[in-house]
């Protein structure tokens, strides 16, 4: 009992060594660890979008570009477009464009490009009194309450001073803000006749993914509002926001630096982290938030949808590359980010991590640890067994309770390791004794053979030597076609993630119907049923398997495809060959002394093998023997006749796997089998031209992918009808490919 209490507290000590460290240093393993279950919270419980937000987004999508050409747009059109929002009744409209340069569409520019010097002056002189581009647009933007985008940048730049006037409160919140050396803003002529500048920088996780969003930065001396808060500034119709700040009155913090409390702009007083960030509450994209610009130009807006709102103006374009990663979506147009701040700021959905968070979940920590030690040294196994995963359940269910109903962060992770790890530490420490044999071996044979096997090579060791029995086995052999193809052009990591996506739901498909994985080949895969143990109805369970595993290379083709479209790529389609034998095989313990795996070996795997090679000759994905036929007819099969594969002299009757039982007994089923029978007959009657006649038809009414098969037989009887009957004429087919 001494001993065991030693090693207990010894154990104690090592795990809280191990965990309470991570508390304290707050390494990036943890902080990823937190923003996943955070971002998973968000995913969980998004925020409702509500259509009456009083945000819209115009945006530059792919309608508008085929309407007006190629971005950017002439700066008149731009005017046009802020005149029409304006006209509606827009309270704000911001613009997540940086209008760095001069109208490269304006006259100027055009008059430049003409070749010959006179006349380009006689236009030069017809042009020379019409404003240009850029004036027009400043003339709108005088005119309407609107905000233009400036980019931070860590190069030094000429002083770029804000439009709204940013009152501070407290200690100087300059050390605590996002510093940039400059700024990238609109043109002198724009800037001065905008109402508001503001900034459009993100600054994301090192995943790029945008969780928190500063509400003021800082370029040089100069501090610059976002972009979401301009607009919300001009929306108020105010003319500056109050930056408060530590050992502001209200904000006490005893002396202390602690960085920004809030922001307030008119009636919004937003509480911020230190650096004058915010955690939006995202809600998923919506159709109605976003409206095309070609709409608003072409007055078929309704007014409600704009009047009184504040429209952020961005790339909707997928090609324009202004895109942005949430916690709810991989890819959302970066204007939309900037509408949802402000929803959530209007809404009160901004999500707070309180400073007293993480001194928080070191507590909570550091007693839901001593507490499970503590448990699971006097308790019985199974009540700390229990205890563990409620204890992780509790914890979970509370922080999301916080989240979803005071929108307040804390993190359940941090406390949840340190349960999981001392309950680990403590339960490996107390049962090391009694189930380090049984442990022992089944880490040892659990490297090379299956765990059903393992369980039966315990109760009978006298198992573990070479060889094995024979026994019948349905034996299943699929393979990828064209691979060399498919994984042409992709990455390491690329046709690693394609072959786990294939795969797991092949592996799938075949341990669901009892199945046993002998083998992975590269993208082949050996299976068997029957063995290690007796499964009933084997035969109709291999042929279930191979019908899901049909379908799941349908899915898997058609998510590759949506994937590729959706980043404007081909995905070259997956095919699959599969071959289905049965018969006899020696099944066992295959190897050396030193290493074996529990495998299968004889003349029905090798057929299993060239029936798949068949598959491809028949231009069909399923192809099995006779004897599975034979042991599972209420399926739906087509008799393909008998081939003879390479390496074996007798022919062997062969069946293309059309359907399952439900399709069998169908109508349209019963016909297509009746006139597939029927072609087969003239062929084997020798009467090839009505055999190839029959294969026309057939390929010309069946559902797709099967007239692949029936070109292929077309070919084949019209080529023997050009040959001429011979006299030793066999409808064999003879393979001469594996």
Not at 703 to 725: D, K, M, N, T
Request: glycine share 8%.
């Amino acid at each position: 009992m001494l001993k065991r209490r030693r090693a207990y507290l010894l154990a104690l000590v090592v795990a809280a060594a191990l965990i309470f460290p991570w508390g304290v240093i707050q390494p990036r393993a943890l902080d990823d660890l937190r923003n996943f279950v955070f971002d998973t919270f968000q995913r969980l419980a998004p925020r409702a979008y509500d259509p009456e937000a009083p945000t819209r987004v115009v945006g530059v999508d792919e309608k508008s570009l085929s309407a007006y050409g190629q971005w950017p747009w002439p700066r008149v059109r731009l005017a046009e477009l802020l005149d029409r929002l304006r006209e509606l009744g827009a309270a704000s409209i911001a613009f997540d464009f940086i209008f760095a340069e001069a109208d490269r569409a304006g006259a100027s520019q055009l008059i430049e490009a003409i070749p010959d010097p006179r006349a380009r002056a006689e236009v030069a002189k017809l042009v020379a009194k019409a404003p240009s581009g850029d004036q027009i647009l400043a003339q709108a933007l005088s005119k309407a309450p609107a905000t233009l985008g400036v980019t931070l940048t860590d190069a030094v730049s000429a002083p770029l001073l804000a439009k709204s006037g940013l009152v501070t409160t407290g200690d100087d919140p300059a050390p605590f803000l996002a510093a940039f050396a400059g700024a990238v803003g609109p043109e002198r002529k724009l800037a001065e006749a905008a109402r508001g500048l503001g900034a459009t920088n993100w600054l994301p996780d090192h995943d790029q993914i945008v969780r928190r969003v500063p509400l003021v930065t800082r370029a040089g001396d100069v501090l610059m509002p976002s972009l979401a808060l301009e607009a919300l500034r001009i929306a108020q119709g105010e003319p500056a926001i109050i930056i408060r700040s530590s050992n502001a009155s209200g904000q006490t913090a005893f002396g202390k630096q602690t960085g920004v409390n809030a922001i307030k702009v008119s009636a919004f007083e937003i509480a911020t982290g230190p650096n004058a960030e915010v955690r939006p509450r995202y809600s998923h994209s919506d159709a109605v938030r976003d409206i095309s610009a070609k709409d608003v130009l072409e007055g078929r807006v309704a007014r409600e949808e704009i009047e009184g709102r504040i429209i952020f103006v961005g790339a909707l374009a997928t090609g324009l590359g202004d895109v942005r990663a949430t916690p709810l979506e991989p890819v959302v147009p970066g204007v939309d980010v900037h509408a949802q701040i402000v929803e959530s700021i209007a809404s009160g959905s901004l999500l707070a991590r309180p400073d007293w968070a993480p001194g928080l979940e070191f507590v909570v920590a550091a007693f839901a640890f001593l507490l499970i030690m503590s448990l699971l040294f006097v308790a019985p196994p199974l009540v700390s067994a229990a205890a563990a995963p409620l204890a992780v359940a509790g914890l979970f269910a509370g922080a999301f309770y916080l989240f979803d109903r005071r929108g307040v962060l804390l993190d359940p992770s941090y406390p949840s390791l340190a349960i999981i790890g001392g309950y680990l530490f403590g339960a490996v420490t107390l049962w090391r004794a009694e189930t380090s044999a049984r442990r022992h071996v089944r880490q040892a044979f659990g490297k090379f053979v299956a765990p059903a096997v393992v369980d039966r090579l315990a109760e009978h060791p006298e198992r573990l030597v070479l060889g094995g029995e024979t026994r019948e086995l349905t034996v299943l052999f699929s393979d990828l076609r064209n691979f060399s193809g498919i994984s042409e052009g992709l990455s390491a990591r690329e046709l690693t993630q394609f072959m786990n996506e294939y795969l797991t739901p092949m592996t799938d498909a075949i341990l669901e119907e009892e199945g046993t994985i002998d083998k992975y080949m590269g993208d082949a895969v050996l299976a068997f049923w029957n063995a290690p143990l007796d499964i009933e109805d084997h035969p109709r369970k291999a042929v279930r398997a191979a019908l899901t595993m049909r379908e799941a290379l349908v899915s898997l083709n058609k998510r590759r495809a949506e994937a590729a479209a959706s980043s404007g790529n081909d995905a070259q389609p997956a095919a699959m060959g599969l071959g289905l034998n049965l018969g006899p095989c020696s099944v066992g313990n295959m190897g050396s002394i030193r290493r074996f795996d529990y495998s299968i070996l004889g003349d029905t795997v090798n057929l299993a093998s060239r029936l798949e090679g068949a598959s491809k000759a028949f231009q069909t994905d399923i192809v099995a023997s006779g004897a599975v036929r034979d042991a599972a007819p209420d399926f739906s099969w087509l008799d393909l006749g008998r081939v003879r594969v390479v390496g074996k002299s007798e022919p062997t009757r062969v069946f293309a796997l059309a359907g399952d039982r439900s399709m069998a007994v169908s109508d349209s089923y019963v016909r297509w089998r009746k006139s597939h029978d029927l072609m087969r007959q003239e062929y084997e009657s020798g009467r090839f031209e009505a055999a190839a006649e029959g294969a026309s038809a057939l390929a010309r009414s069946v559902p797709e992918p099967w007239p692949a098969l029936y070109v292929v037989l077309e070919q084949r009887y019209r080529g023997l009808a050009r040959e001429g009957s011979q006299d030793n004429w066999s409808s064999v087919w003879n393979l001469s490919s594996k």
